[in-house]
């Protein structure tokens, strides 16, 4: 099982950058994905979540308007558009699924993770 993240990258505040995240070795259709972040020195913190189609997604309130979590349909593939992006947003996201089948809801456990991709807005 890997997730892979991709789409990081340095971005000047208000800008924009698109996540994704990629997986291999899953069977079945994972029902709950999703984005969490670790600034450095903090502890890592979820920031969305969607569910199996996107029937269902959770934000952290302080990203919503800004940020859209969104499934590729019939993938275990997720995205995270962020825009209007602040020096606040620098951290490593990180991508993560839930185990396929056992846990249907957005909020998780959370046991599978990708390695990180670096989002550092200056």
């Known amino acids: 099982v890997q997730l892979v993240e991709s789409g990081g990258g340095s971005v000047l505040s208000g800008g924009s950058l698109r996540l994704s995240c990629t997986t291999s070795g899953f069977r079945v259709q994972i029902d709950c994905m999703a984005w969490f972040r670790q600034a450095p020195g903090q502890k890592r913190e979820a920031v969305a979540a969607?569910?199996?189609?996107?029937?269902?997604?959770m934000y952290v309130d302080s990203e919503k308007g800004r940020f859209t979590i969104s499934r590729e349909s019939g993938k275990n593939t997720v995205h995270l558009q962020m825009n209007s992006l602040k020096t606040e947003d620098t951290a490593v996201y990180y991508c993560a699924a839930c185990q396929p089948v056992i846990v249907t809801s957005v909020t998780g456990p959370y046991v599978y993770w990708g390695q990180g991709t670096q989002v550092t807005v200056s």
């Open positions: 969607v569910s199996t189609g996107g029937s269902s997604t």
